[in-house]
Every structure is written in structure tokens, then in C-alpha cells.
């Protein structure tokens, strides 16, 4: 046994309370349903499954429920993990099992325990733990990791997430344990006994397993072992002697224990290589030629032996798990039972991905066996083995044939079947790698080591890492030492040593182990040192009775029922004539009894009870298991509390040697923690007594630290007195607060009124102090004290710990401790520099102390002196200040890991103030000296400070903005920012102010939070979670109002956010508006008058037919409706979607009688709602926004139970599949809607789910298409009968899916279709105009766009053949497959062969249309020029001329302009010219082509500017649009003839639609009017095409309620004009020209472009400024616009830039040349962008013209601004409560401050400065400004610190003027403020030099200072001076006597010049020593 290093005999410490220890499970587990209810509650039928005989099962777990329970308990503790509780800082997690139940709890020392979770499951747990499962993230290689609890039972594993999801995972075989990894869970298999014999044919199974995820395969582990002789071959880990023994997740390793050797192994865990994976499943073990039958029959043989022995000694109850392995016992005797226990097959044939077939081995056959089956069907979760008990009768009796007979006879194909896909092996997961294994030991057998009952790791104070195991029959704990390589990959151990030991365990935060010695005391271990004992604050027993006598404390100890308590009480007994005492005496009193170790007295009589164990262990808390069965809880105190200590132990630990640190950590603690040690306060002064002792001082004779009242001796005994927290005071108490430094600071102090600074009390004036003769001989120091050598060093690095306190306002006050021990170091190390740096600090505190001790000159070589110890003192406000100037200064030192703060801040003040872009990444060394470690320390740099996800990238940003990202990437935060000191943080803080005036928009969240601008924040915030989840964002989202009224029929449009389109239109009430013309829930208004001379029964015939006119308006409602509503509602996932309903009835006034359609009276057409019906389910399905949660099972839900809502149905699953959620409906459910033969449904659903995978080419949805469209099946194949209109529906179909993709089987198909030929026997006879068009508007889309780059179609001459179709012409004979189909020609239709162009000229014009879109192609333009002559003109149907004008100006997109002279250029010459009488003109024709051709154009111009809201287009269109409205007024008059109406009436909706296409989502008055005035007009030729057509305007007009609109890309253009095609239908059922389910397919074209502001504090949607920026074209120049958001923002791709513009909001500019994803993203989601109100603004909604601010006045005339300024006015400026309520106290006058009017004055000064300067942080630094500079003119400094900081700030503000950027926009202090306070500084010094120049003459000198206030003035004026130490002063100024030397030398004085001039008087007269002045002094003092 190695020797342990360092052991201090006498010393004990003192251990925390005791407290008894009850597991809170226990507790919870008694009053909690348990399984025994369970059992009665589950004695459905369903119970079958889980007990395997109803009836029997339950009395056996009657029985099982016994007293036996007890010993079935087990428990876990662990450090509670945030994610849980986030609040608690610290807190304990128990995971508690017994019976069926598992609890989890949390508590902790503050907080009671209480249950978290608790399971219950239906057998008796095995075994729970915690787990952490890796989830793989789809979108990229990231892993999330979830917590889980995993609780094992006999047949499956339960795991339960945190988060909720649960997971049963059936087990394949019997487990013996379970341990949580890494990377999941590793399973042990349990063997059975007579497993050890190999099986002959092949390998034995493999023992180990792991499941990385509930849902994975359960995988066999492959070991690497490592060493020759065993060759480094991959196996799996078969090995059944190997038992695990610990795994550990940090490091990956795992500790196995051999049973056969007796050695324990540690392996390395990772995951499995590629080239390992393929070498197990490769190597065959056997030679490749074994017969197939002879391996096979190998396998279940062995397998079943195996199994036969697996079940549980009860028999029935644990055969759960095994009715898998009875299964493949009845599986190869009778396929019968095969099938019927696997009612689900599904994982069997499939085969894992990656694995070659190939001969398979026995190994691998194995392998198969165990993976019986695992698969996730709903049935299988729960391990339905119901049958295995059945079979395990059978299974038992001996078989006769051997176990052969298993196998069927040889011929039987059952062999192939059953084994077969079962030969197919799991790939492995995970590997182990052998790392070091114990060494064998030589000796007799009967020596070796037992299975270690324990392994932990543990590590000591200087952070080395062992690993232990506890061998218990040799009562020792072996400490194996291990290291991480360089390369952290592998871990190296080097050194064991075995401590002898019965238990132990480890104390985490402390890095120390508690262990329980053979003799029964408790040892503390740090590593392999031993500490100290423990001494148990009372014996154990009384702990125990003490309990009784005060029931009000805690629940007494005796509630642990166990037999045990028998002792306690009667030793209870025993002690009461002992105790009459009250309480409070009980302890001491105890104490005193037992003065002795408590274990020494009574370690043989049994009576007491001892400490049998240890567990538990959390943190440094740790449960003793007495040997009465009670547990205790025991604390383990800490090393140190307070922070100051902590970081001097740090600093010490980082720079000593590791013994060296050791024995120092070690004393420390012994010192520290003795019983009855020191209460907190006196912590700081027993460090530096402990510290200095081990240094070499005598700390009795030192004056100082013999003051520090330290009443413990160093060496302690047991005291009499345990000082506890919650001490009662003494007397003691009063003397040491008198004697401590901060009464005498305060007492010198004139703060304190009364008391003349002179008048010093005498503590002051007694000897020590004044002492100051070094010759006696007391004060040496020692040399041979064990730190003596090292005394420079700790000297520095503790210098640079003071350095680091400094830059932290929270830890200032700890450094005027630290200064006292410096100094006295500093002294005696003869560094005067150091001292007088001290000095400088803090002078009243220094300049008490006088006493240095001497070193002798002989060992002085002793000392090491490290090379960072120069001569001149880093101080780091001198590095800043000299970085401020603009000096070279030396890279400043700092211990890494120590001083975080110290490096942080150098690194900012390099990148930002010197202006070094590298100096945060390789320019580090140029500023930061790292100081090497006398050890290797392990808190590497990285990990040492909070790391964030911020990735610094550095561009051509400014310095600010690498400043602030680069603090924020180092988890920097404005809290931390708050304790920087004032004059440090301020270039900080100026270049935080520059940020965030413009911000970059991508800033991710942690930068933003930085820079204070919470808008951006929440922005970056809400993009993260879109990022991680694909849910509905949080925070502030748009929500639509809840309905107010419940009675007001649901009319579906309810969902609109009126806070939006409130502030979008809020003159009017046009959106009430709209929702009245737009419901069609309620009944009509019928009113007919009665004429004289109608009879009843004429007159209600009369009311109907009014109402059948109306209701061809209701009927066309929906198709607007569902534009209207686009995208405006999230479905709840637990109810229906509201289906307003169609409502076809009317009221007549005056009696509000009822009319009805189908009273019979008049004829109503047949079928007449089924389209309107399935338009109304469409627009309720438009409502639900992409972005809501909508599964399969929702639409499923959906599904209506009476068939008369069908349409309905059919029409919502279109709309679906239009915003994109059908693609989540099952293929299962698309089928049975298809098989119901429903012709709506088939429509709905084709069109819905073609849409939704719009251009994806899609092979199954093309499957499904294809089946409805007969061209494109085989020729051959059988005849199906699809309904006209679904044929069109797939068409249109097959174009979406392959839009754009120019796919050319495809195109040749539908460019044939285009002109299919009407067949025999009525076949495509009725309605072929609308199949040529879909085909022709498919072609269209597949090659949409390409233009004549129409690659491999060459050969099809597409142009040609579509300009054939056009103009007709002759058929061509039909190519290729269809030939067969078109063989006999119809019999209705003579079409001879020429092409019908009625029939195929639209789809063809279109066709041509979109494949040439927006290409220029003048030559195919020109074909669709209307004809130049009156004979031609004559051949063609207007509407083609309207078609062929559309077509042409889209092909010729470019040179559309938005006036009404292109328009008009459309139209040929010859209709333009005068016209000659004699011609014989039909004006008719003239008119109607005139008029056709111009709404063409119009139409054209409308999707030109589509969604732009251009007011030259807008103008344009409405001058035609009241053109035609003219001419309708005489559409009576004969100037019109009968015909003409329609023909306008068709151009003037088309116009119509082209105006709300260019002005959709913006809300247009003017176009709302129009179609107001079209929505009136039902009677004479107003059907419900046209209705159909202006609604579906108006809904455009609001598209989605103002958030969306029109987007003008191809695939929009294309969506637009299939559905505004501009046939529309005559009436309801009519679907001759066009299909009306394609009206809905604008969807596709609508995008949200509405950019809607919501000012963060309140999160209220409100009006700002944008400044829009469109990028440059050929038409205009690059031109910005100003809009008030919220507002439609134009095409993304136009842009250049967004920007948000002051002066009442923070600006924010969102630059698009860079990328448009990030604003992309804001559109889609929900288009909030967050806004910040400027403080002293108001919303543009309260203060429209911007004249209530308060800044209008007060800038006018800047003077009188801050007088104006009332303090009550404040909350009009900001909404931040601290400023508002600094108004409220510091600047109202009250009372009490009636004089103080002046700083009244300068407090509301500031906060008006702040506050309109937009840097309300700032405030505390003018504060603080203030106060030092009244302190310095009162006097009253006690320390030099603000005028440092003063210093600073001066220095930034001059090198900012020197610059000239003292402009109002980069710095932060530009008020008139600074200048004034700096000249009070400068004048109240200025003042004290005039008097007192001799006490600088005399520092200058170099003579000792006396004690004087002076000395304080004298350090202020020093330091704000920047005048160096003295001792370099002298040498420079001998032989000065003039100003001019002066000069000469000012730089070799390293003064600044202005502070020189001030202090020539001074230098020269102390250089000549006379004391005329050359020149009067006021002359450069100015």
C-alpha cells in the first residue's frame, strides 16, 4: 500500500448536524393506492392481458402484498438537476422504489420534500433509475437530450421524460440489471445456470446489451479487448463471467468485475465505429460450408435450453417476459401457435438497413433469437404474452424426440419460413474498449478480491481523479488514479493505492471521500490524503432521544419502524435522571459527558448502536446506517465559505507545487472546521493567522494579526464550546467589533460629527503600533516553514487576486482585507513600489501599519522568485487609464481560472479603446500575460465562465459591435455590467450605447439582451424557438378575439384580429362591412310588395322566385368568404372546425314570414347546392393557418356524420391540402375517401392534395392521379369509369404536382389531351371544353416558365401544335399509346378532322401563355396579335380575343405600363381608324371585340401589378372600370343590345378582379364601393357567375383580413389564372367551361407581406414609422418610400432594406440585399415585429402630430430645458419603474429636504439628461460622479477608488474629444455635467496643493509619511494626477532647474503634461531646493 501522504494525527473536525433519515418515498408509498387496489380496479376483461389467469393472478397478488414489502424497498439520491425545479439553487432528488411503485421526489435543506412523479406500475418494480436519452433532431446532427426515469419490470422497461411522453419497451429476455450510460441504457442479461457450458454449435449469447432510445432495437454491445495475446478482434460481449459493476457518463466508462479471475476491468464506452460494426456482422465463425439444417438446428436448441430455465421460481408470475422465448418454442413446433401470438408480424420480414445478405452464421442466428419480436404496433407496447403460461406446461415435460423435435421434419417449408428472416443480425450500437484491468493476483486462490460492492470517482483538492473500489471482504478501498490524455480521448491510469477501509463514499463539491474505518470512525480522504476525523457533533444515542423531548422540532426518530428501536428506546430510558436540565443546556452537557471520541468509549457495548454503513452521497451530504437500522444524515462541512478565501485557496492551489498545495489545502481545512472553530466573521482573520504561520511568521508577536482576536490556538483541541450559527452573543462579541479595523476607520473618520480627527481613541495609540524597532529579534520569519520558499510567489499571485477585487464593485470591500496581509508581504519582501501602490489605495488603512519583519539575507536564496513578480506593481486601472492615453503598456498578468474579470476587461479595453480587431482571438498575448501554474491546472479557459451559443463573426463590423458580441459570446451580461466599477464600464458602456442605436437584425439573443433593446430580444428569442420547435410561437402572438356574443350565429368569419385591422383601417368600419356582404349563415331579406292585382298565391310565388335570384348571390358568397378569412384561425386539436352553414332561406317583412325554396311552388334546379355547398367548406378549411397543429386523426375527426354534409366535407379537405396539412393525412384514410365513389370528395381531395405537394414531383400522389386520368394508363388496361369532373381534377393535378419541372412525358400526354377527340358511346362528350382547358392550363404549369428552353421536348413542337389548337386546322394522327384509345369516332359529334377550336383554343392560348410567361418571346407573341382585318375579326369569339390579349401582354410581361394609353394600344389599328361608311361594319362586333380586348389587357395589367398597390395601375384600371359602368347605365337604351349587357357585364368584373388583384389585402375604398354596388344588383342577367366574381373581388380586396396579399412570381401568375379564368359559370351546377373548384386555387398565390409593430412593453400592436428602400430597376432608380406600419410591405425581392425610423421608436433596419429569410420568417409566422418606445415619446396613436412630447418643448430652447423639466412629468418618459421612483424620492422637494435644493436641482438635471439621451443606465454613474467629487471637496475620501474611476472617465471623455467624436451620437457624457465636476476636482485639489505643497515635497523626497488626514489628500491627488512613485521621481529630477528641463523630461516622468504644468512649483522647487517660483502659477493652472 502506497504510503498516505500527509496525516495530521491529533486533528478532528466537525460535522454539520445530524438529522434522522426517512426516505420520503416511504412515506408517500403508504398512503398511496398501491397495487393492491390496482389489482382490484383492473378486474375487467382487460385484465386478462396482464396477469396470466384472471382470478388466479389476483390472489396471488393478494398474497404477494405482505410483510415481506419492506425488504423490497430501494432508493436513489442525486443532486437535483435544473430543468426540473429552476428556482431552487440546490436541492436533493430521491427516486424511491417498493412493490409496484416508483416515486420520485424532490427537497432540500430549505424546502420540505414533496413528490415530483410518481408511477405505478403493474409488477413488482425491479429496479429504477435515472437516465439521459439522446434524441436525434431531424433537421441536422444536433442531439437534445431528454431526462427520463426508466423503471425495469420482469417483462418491459417504463421510461417517462420529463417532458411526458412515455415509452413501454418490451424486454427480449430476463434482466439482471440496469445502468444508465451516456448514451442510454446498457441491460445485463441474467443467465441461466447451465448457460456457462458453451454450446457446441456455435458462440454463447451475448450478455450485454443497450437500447439507446425506447423506440430502438435493443443491440448486443461489442467489446475491443485490449493487449496481443487476446488480438484486437471485435466481439460481442458473451463473456456470461463478466459481471458490470458501475458506469459512469463523465468520463464514458464502465467497470466490469470478472467472477472467474476476480479482477475488475475498466472500459471505455463509446459508440461503434463503421469498420467494427462490419467486422462483427462479417466474420463468420464457422467455416462457410455447414450445412444449413445442422446450423439451424443449432440454434434453438441452445436457445431453448437456455430459456427453459429463465422463468422465475413462482412459475406463473414472472413468465411475463418469457412467454417471447415459449413463443419460439411453440413457433417451430406448430405454425398455428406462431401465428397467433404474433397478431402483429410487423417487424419479422422486415431487415435492417446497411446489412448485405450473405451465408448466415450461427453467431448471427443467435443473434436473431434474441431479437424476437420488438415491434412498436399499439397492440405490442404492452407485453400482450397472455398465452406463454399456456405453453410453459408443455414446455417443461421432457420431449421424447430430444430437443429436435422442435424443429419440423426436414422437408416441411416451415424451416424456411420460421428461421429464415430470423437469421438476420441487429447491428451493434455501442462498443467498449478495455482501458486498464486489475492485476491478477499471483498469490493462492483463496486471496482474490471479491465483486466490489461499491465504485465511485472521486477527486482531491489539486483536481486529480481517481477512481475507487470498496472490496469488502478485504476491508479496503483501492484508489485508481486517472488522467485525460492531451487529446482527451483517452484516459490513462497510472497509480493504485489501496486505503483499508469498510465503507466509503464520495463528497462531490468538496473533492473529498468520507471513510468508514474497520474500528468505526469516520475519516475524511481527499484523494488519497487522509484529512481529518470526524467528530460527530452529540453520540449518536442521545441524537436520538433527544428527539423525544421535543415533539415541536421534527417528527420523532421513532417513527422508523423497525424492530431495532428497542435499543434506542431503553438507552433513552437509561439517560432521562441524566437530564433535568431545560433544551437549551442539552448539548454542552452532553458534550461534557463525552469529552472523549465517542466510538472510543463505547465501541464493545452492543447496547449502542454503530455506524454499519454509508449512502447516499450528495454534494457534501452524506446517510450513516447505523446498526439499529436507523439512518442519520450527516453534513460534511465545506472548505471555506466565505468568497474571499475561497478565491486566496484558488489562487494558492493554481500557483503552489501539488505536495505543497496539498499539505497547505489540507491544514486549512483542519484549522478551519475544528469543533468548536470560530463563528463565519472570524473566517478571513483564521486564513490569514493559518496562512502566514505556514509562511514562516509568528503571528502571536506581529501586531496586526495578534489583533485579529483570534481565540481558537492553532493546533485545536476539542473544545468545550461547539460555536453553532445560531450563537447566543457575547460580551466577547462587543470587544471584538470594538477592536476590529472598521471601528477604528470609522472613528477616524469626521463623518462621525463630534469627533476630531486628532482626537484618535487609544487603541490606536498603544505600543504595537507605534513599535517600530525592526533589530527585535521576534519579528523574523522562519525559515523552515513549509511555505517560506514560496512566499514570492503567493505574494504575486495574491497581488493579482487584490488587482481582480478591485475591477468587481461587489468583492471591492473583501480587497481592504486582502491589503493588510499584502502589505505586511510587501514589506518584508522590501518591494516599496508594491507598498506605496497600497498605499495609494487605501492610505488611512495602510498608514497604520508600520512593522515589517526581516528575511535573513542567507535564506533569502531559498526563495523562489517567479519571473511575473516585477518590479513595478501591475496595477490594472493604471493598464486602462494608460490604454485610455494612447501609451504602450506591457501585457498585464492574470492567473487563468482566478482573475476571469480582470482578463475580460483587459481584452474589451484592447479591442474597443486601442482599437485592435484581433485582440479577443490572436493578439491575446499582447495584452494578457498567462501566468503558468506550478501545476497543471485543469479548469481549462473555456469552460470557466458561463459559455453562450453566441458565435463571434467578425466582418467589417465596427468596434462596438465586435465588442458587444464578443462579450456576450462570453456570457457577459448587463448584471454583470452593473458590478463593474463606474469609470471601467463606461467605454463598455458607450459602446453598448452605439449598438444600440443601429443593431444588426441578426443578432442572436444574448447580444440584444446586452445592448438593452428588449425588442430585438424578444424578436431573436421568438425565432429561436421556431428554430428548435415547429410550434406556434410564444410570447406575444396575434390572437383573435374570443367571440363576445355566443347567441350571434356563427357566420365563420369571427377570427379576424381586430386589434390589427383596427389599427390598419381606423376611420371606418369597412371590415363590418365586408363581414355583412359576405355571410351567407342567415336568412335573406325578401322584399316584394303586393300589387293590387296579385293574388295571394302569384305573390309568394313572386317572393320566391325573388328569393331564388337572391340566392344565387348566397350561393357565390363562400368563394369570397374563404379569401376573406385566409389563414386566420388555430384549431383546437380537441374540437370540430365551426362549419357556418349555408343559409338558403329569406325573411319577408313586415312580418318576417318565413320563404322557402322547397315549399314547391316553383321548379328549383336539381342539385342546385352541391357546388356552393362544397365552396362553403372550402372557405371554413381556408381559415386554419399553416402554422397550427392539424394531424390525420383531426381530419379524420372532422369527417361529418350525415351524408348531406359530404360537399362540405369534400371541400374542407381541399382547403386543406391548400395551406398544406393534407400531406399529414394517412394513405390508408386518402384511400377510403377515394374508394366511397363520392364525385366531390374525389374533386376536394385530388386537387387538395396536389396542391399541398405543389411541384415536388411526388411518385405516390402521381400514382393516385394517374388512376383518374385514362390517357395516362396503359392502353391496355381495364376501362374505369371516373367521373367527368374528377378527370379534370387529376389533370389540373398532375400540373401542380409537376409545376415548373417541365417533365416531358407529362407535357406530351396533356398536350395530346388538349385536343382528345370525343369517343364512342357518349365518352367525353358533355362538358369537353373544361377537360381541353385543364389540360391545357396543366401543360401550362409543368412547363411553366421555360419558355423555348423546353430541353428534350423539341421533337413534340409544342408552339406549333398549341398554335394548331389555336387557329385550327387539321387533326394530326394521334402518336403513339393513345392511338388505340381514339380508334372509332363518336357517334353524337361530327367533328370530321379538323380541330374544334371551340373547344381546345382556350386551354391552347393559356397553354402558350404560361409557358412563355414574363419570357419577351416577341415571335410568339405576335401570334396572338388580334387579326388586323374586319374578315378575320369575324372567325373569332370575343372571348378568345380577351384570352389572346391576356396571353400576349403576360408573355410581353415587361412592357406592361400601368396607364391607359397601353391598354388601349391593344387594340388593332383598324378598330381605331375612322371608318369608312361604305364598309360593310357590324358595330356589334366592333364593340364586343373592343371591349373584350381591353378587359384583357386590364386583366393582364392586374396580375402585372398584383399585390403592389401601384396607384398608376389602381388609377388606371378605375378609369375603365367607371368607363363600362357608363355604358351599362344605357344598356337599356338600344345603343346596347340585349346581348351587350352580358358582354359588359363579363369585361366589367374582369376589371373589377384586376383592380382588387393590384390592390388585394390593402382594403380599397373605392373598390369597395364597387363591389358594394355589384352586391346590390341580383335581378335580370345577374347570375351567380358574376356574383361569384365580384365577391371573390372583395375578397381579394381583404385577403386573410388585410395580412396577406397577391404575390406576382410564376407559380402565383399561374394559380391566378386558373382561377380567375374569365369564363364564369352561369349557374350553380354548371362546370361546362371551367371547373369551379379551381376558383379556390388564388390561395396559392397569397403571401403574408403585413408587417405589424408591438411595442414591447405593453404588447400591444401600434403604429411606426418604415422607411422602405426598393432596389434599383430598368423603370426607377433605387427610390425610398415612407409608410406607416402596420402595413402590406411590397415584394421581398424589390427590397433593399426595411428600416423602422426614429424619433418615437428605436431604430431597427432589416437589410435585404444580405438576406431575406430572417424578415421572411417574421411574414410567416405571425408578421409582429417588436418595437421599443423612446423614453419622453408617445405612441403615434395618442400623439398623432408628435407635439404632447416633452421633447418639442424642451429642445427648442435647450437652457431653460432642464429647469422646464417637472420630475412628475418623468412617467410620460420612461416605464421603467427605479426611474420613476428616482424622481418620486431624490428630486420632489419635501419637507425634510427644504435645504438641499441644490442637489435636488442637479438629481432632476441628470435624470432629465439620462433620460432624453435614451441611456437611463447611465444614471448611477453621474450619481456616483457626483458623490466622489463632493466627498473630495468635503474631504471625507477614505479610500483613492472614485477618483481612479474619476480619472478614467476624464480620460475617455479627453481621447473622445481628441478624436473629435465628441458628437452627439457615439458619447454618452456630452452634457455640459463632466466639465463642470472636473473642475471641481481640479480646483478642490488645486486649493489643497496651494497649502499643502510641502507634504508633496516631502513624499517626493521620500520620507516616511506620517499619519495625518493629509496623507488621504496627498494619495487622492497622486492618484488623479498619474504621478508615479516616488522613488523614480528623484533620479529624474536631479539637476532640474528650469521649466524647459522640465519639459525635456516629462516623458521619462511618465506624467501627463496638463498635470505637470500644475505641478512645476512643486518639482522644481523640491529639485533646487529653493522656493521662488519662476512664473506665477494661475498662468497655466487654466
Known sequence: MSEVVYEETATMIAAGDLQSFVPFGREHCRNHPNAFNLQLRELQPASELWSSDGAAGLVGSL?????????????????GCTGVKEDEGEFEEELYTAGNMAVWSQGSSTQASSVYKAFTVDSPVQQALWCNFAVPQNNNDAEEVEQMVCIVQSSCINVHTVTGKDFISPLPFQVLNVWATKFGLLLERKNAANDTQPNPPGEPLPTVFSMLHPLDEIAPIVCKPSGPFEGSRVQYVSDSNMKIVFTCCQPSIVVSYDTVQGTHTVWALRKVTHDERSMVLRCPTEPAGTPLGLMASGFPASYLRNASHLDSPGGSGGSGGLGSAAGISSAFSSPLHYSALHSHPSRIMTSSPGVHSRVPSPSISIMAALRWDRSHTPGMAAPSFSGASRFNTSFHSPSPRGHHGLLPSPNSTANESMVMPELEPIIPDLCV?????????????????????????????????????????????????????NDATQLIFPSVTTIPAKDAAPLQNIDAMLVLEACGSLVIYTGITRVSKVHLPSPLSHSISLTNHRPYLSTPVETVSTPANAGSR?????????MPSPVSELKSLNIRQHEASFFEDFSFQQATPYILSLRDPVCNRVTLELSSGVMLRICIPEIATSELVRKCLQAIRFILPKEVAMKV??????????????????????????????????????????HLQFEVPLSPVIAAKKARPSDGGSDEDWDYLL????????????????????????????????VNSPSSSSLKLESSAPLFPHIPALFGVLHLLYQELQLDELHRARASSLVCLLQQLARDLQLEEYVDLYWRDYPSLISCYTESCIIDQAVIGQMHRPSFLSSDPPCVFNWLSSCLRGEESPPFPYLPGVCQRTKLLVLSYALYVIGDDNATSTNVWKYLLKLSAGQKSRVSESNSRRQSSVKVRFSSESLAEQLVVWLASQGFTLKDLESVPFGVALPIREAIYRCREQPSSDWPEEVCLLIGRQDLTKQAHKMTLAKSKASVGSGFSLVPPASSEADEEEDGMSDIIHEVTGLIWSQDLRIQEVRRLLQSSRPVRVSVVQQPEVSDHEYIEEKENKLLQLCQRTMALPVGRGLFTLFSYHPVPTEPLPLPKLNLTGRAPPRNGMVDLNSGNIDVPPNMTNWPSFHN??????????????????????????????NEYAGFLMALGLNGHLTKLATLNIHDYLTKGHEMTSIGLLLGVSSAKLGTMDMSITRLLSIHIPALLPPTSTELDVPHNVQVAAVIGIGLVYQGTGHRHNAEVLLSEIGRPPGPEMEYCTDRESYSLAAGLALGMVCLGHGSNLIGMTDLNVPEQLYQYMVGGHRRAQAGASRERHKSPSYQIKEG???????????????????????????????????DTWFLLDFIKPEFLLLRTLA?????????LPNTEWVKSNIPQIMRGNFDPSEDINMDTMAQAQDYITSGACMALGLRFAGSANSDAFDCLYEFAKTFMKMMSFAGTAAVGAMGYYNLQTCLSMILLAMSMVMAGTGNLKVLQLCRFFHKRTGGEMNYGFHMAHHMALGLLFLGGGRYTLSTSNSAIAALLCALYPHFPAHSTDNRYHLQALRHLTVLAAEPRLLVPVDVDSLKPCYALLEVTYKGTKWYNETTVELMAPTLLPELHLLKEVKVKGPRYWELSLDLSKETQHLKSILVRDGVLYVKLRAGQLPYKDDPQGWKSLLATAVSHRNSGVTAFKPEAISTFTSEPALISFAEFFCKTSEGLKSRDDSLMLFSAMLYECVTQECPEMLPTYIAIEQAVGALRQGDLQQTFPLWQLRLVVELWDSRVLRGLANKHDTLLTSEFLPVMKNAVDVALDNWLKDHSSVVRSYMRGEVLSRDPQSIMLACFLVYRSIPCCRNMQANLEGCNSFADLLLRSSQLGIPLRDLLRLVPVLLSSASGSQSLLFPLPAFSS
Open 63 to 79: 398474497q404477494e402484498v405482505s410483510l415481506q414489502e419492506r425488504e423490497r424497498e430501494s432508493w436513489q439520491l442525486r443532486k
Open 433 to 485: 474498449e478495455q482501458l486498464w484491468s486489475e492485476p491478477i493476483s499471483a498469490g493462492c486462490q483463496r486471496e482474490m478480491s471479491s465483486q466490489a460492492s461499491k465504485v465511485f470517482l472521486t477527486s482531491d483538492l489539486c483536481e486529480n481523479h481517481y477512481l475507487c473500489f470498496l472490496v469488502e471482504s478485504h476491508q479496503h478501498l483501492r484508489c485508481v488514479k486517472f488522467i485525460e490524455s
Open 570 to 578: 431503553h438507552i433513552h430510558r437509561l439517560n432521562e435522571d441524566a
Open 665 to 706: 489545502l489540507v491544514k486549512w481545512y483542519n484549522i478551519y472546521n475544528a469543533p468548536g472553530g470560530p463563528s463565519a466573521h472570524a473566517e478571513w482573520s483564521q486564513f490569514v493567522t493559518c496562512f502566514m504561520t505556514l509562511m514562516g511568521y509568528n503571528t502571536e508577536r506581529l501586531a496586526w494579526t495578534r
Open 739 to 770: 477592536a476590529s479595523h472598521y471601528h477604528r476607520q470609522i472613528n477616524s473618520q469626521p463623518v462621525c460629527g463630534s469627533v476630531d480627527p486628532n482626537n484618535v481613541p487609544v487603541a490606536e495609540k498603544e505600543d504595537p503600533f507605534s
Open 1177 to 1206: 367548406g372550402v372557405a371554413a378549411g381556408l381559415k386554419i393557418a399553416p402554422a397550427s397543429q392539424v394531424d390525420s386523426a383531426w381530419i379524420a375527426y372532422n369527417k361529418p356524420k350525415s351524408p348531406e354534409l359530404a
Open 1393 to 1427: 378532322d379538323t380541330i374544334n377550336v371551340d373547344v381546345t383554343c382556350p386551354g391552347a392560348t393559356l397553354a402558350l401563355a404560361m409557358i412563355y410567361l414574363k419570357t419577351n418571346n416577341r415571335s410568339i407573341a405576335d401570334w396572338l396579335k388580334p387579326p
Open 1448 to 1456: 400576349r401582354c403576360i408573355i410581353m410581361w415587361d412592357e406592361i
